[in-house]
């Protein structure tokens, strides 16, 4: 007759199943690959939307500040989040729409102004490749054994002019085309800033909840994080447009044409580092000075250099403070990199995985401090 087992006996076989489960690390292999998988997976169906919730996550990061002040007023979380969205859609998503169709109208208009002046001859003492041309006398002085006859400047512009307008029509033509899909991303952008306003601080709590790292420091990447998005919006961005419009300003005073799109560029290139404004700027003031307009000249050359060229030292500092320092040759080379490999929003990932980048090392560097001390000791 066999024997009923005790609870004793129950116990220790529920106990050695329990161990026998666990040697091996089966279950938690299993679950990790699963997660895995679907994780991937996951990556793969957000893929197409994965620049939308980003830009959503800096913006709402960057705004939040309004949206808690709304919320005081208001008194309900669902209210401050349309409210603060809709704040977003009338300051940043509606003018960049605008600015792009003036800019590629600007564009066309550029490329056949300057079709007009080669035709004409107005540039001729300017772009002339021959003796008594001004660019041609100049390398001549500077660089006698150069050989120039080859050169086709006046063409060479031409071509360049032809290839930006092209190419701002295109982008033109694709956003009309595209709108269906442009109207999509708006939306989940919209849909995604709202509920980063309303339920921000529970998404993170809960995505802070899965990682092993210690709270001080997953406090600590809170903190680089929110560090970047501001100087990367008010820093960055807000310092470009500005510099941006009044370098349009003066372009449009100094009589050069189509200022929104000469504002454009040069608040794309105030965007990066060492470059600057300057690149745009100056070689406009060298055209008009040499095209004979002497006043233009001088008084476009002192607004960029002293209006244009030092808004950043003073609306920077203010905008973000002093505290946010950065490495100037990392940042321009992970903004132009970014550039590169994502395109314009690039301008962001590049300075979002510098910063990842800094405060993980940071840690690495706090936790591991008395090893690396003693492997520099032994070195």
């Given at each position: 007759m066999p024997r009923a087992k005790t609870k004793q006996s129950v116990s220790e076989e529920g106990d050695m199943g329990e161990k026998t489960l666990k040697l091996p690390h089966?279950?938690?292999?299993?679950?990790?690959?699963?997660?895995?998988?679907?994780?991937?997976f996951l990556y793969v169906t957000l893929a197409p939307f994965l620049t939308v919730i980003v830009f959503a996550a800096v913006l709402a990061t960057a705004f939040y500040p309004a949206y808690k002040q709304t919320l005081r007023g208001v008194k309900h979380p669902v209210l401050a989040s349309l409210i603060c969205c809709a704040l977003v859609t009338l300051l940043i998503i509606i003018p960049l729409i605008v600015v792009f169709f003036m800019l590629a109208s600007e564009a066309v208009n550029a490329y056949a102004a300057i079709q007009i002046k080669i035709n004409s001859g107005f540039l001729d003492p300017l772009?002339?490749?021959?003796?008594?041309?001004?660019?041609?006398?100049?390398f001549q002085h500077y660089l006698p054994g150069l050989n120039l006859s080859s050169i086709d400047l006046s063409g060479q512009i031409t071509t360049i002019a032809e290839s930006a307008s092209s190419f701002l029509i295109q982008q033109t033509q694709n956003f009309i085309s595209g709108l269906f899909g442009l109207s999509l991303s708006f939306l989940i952008m919209g849909v995604t800033l709202f509920y980063f306003f309303k339920d921000g601080p529970i998404i993170a709590k809960k995505v802070l909840a899965l990682s092993p790292?210690?709270?001080?420091?997953?406090?600590?990447?809170?903190?680089?994080?929110?560090?970047?998005?501001?100087?990367?919006?008010?820093?960055t961005f807000l310092t470009a447009i500005v510099q941006g419009v009044v370098g349009g300003i003066g372009f449009a005073i100094s009589g050069l044409g189509e200022p929104v799109l000469w504002g454009t560029i040069t608040a794309f290139f105030a965007l990066l580092p060492y470059i600057g404004t300057g690149f745009v700027w100056f070689p406009a003031a060298i055209f008009l000075l040499v095209t004979g307009h002497t006043g233009a000249a001088i008084f476009l050359f002192l607004w960029g250099m002293f209006v244009v060229g030092t808004i950043d030292n003073f609306l920077r500092p203010y905008l973000i403070g002093t505290s946010t320092k950065s490495e100037s040759l990392l940042t321009f080379l992970v903004v132009l990199g970014g550039i590169i490999v994502w395109g314009f929003p690039g301008v962001v990932f590049g300075p979002l995985v510098l910063t990842m980048l800094t405060a993980l090392v940071e840690i690495y560097e706090q936790e591991y401090r008395p090893m690396l001390k003693g492997l520099n000791h032994e070195l």
């Open positions: 089966i279950p938690a292999y299993f679950l990790m690959g699963s997660l895995l998988v679907v994780l991937y772009l002339n490749w021959r003796s008594g041309g001004y660019v041609h006398d100049l790292l210690p709270g001080k420091y997953e406090k600590r990447l809170l903190v680089h994080l929110h560090a970047m998005t501001k100087a990367t919006l008010y820093g």
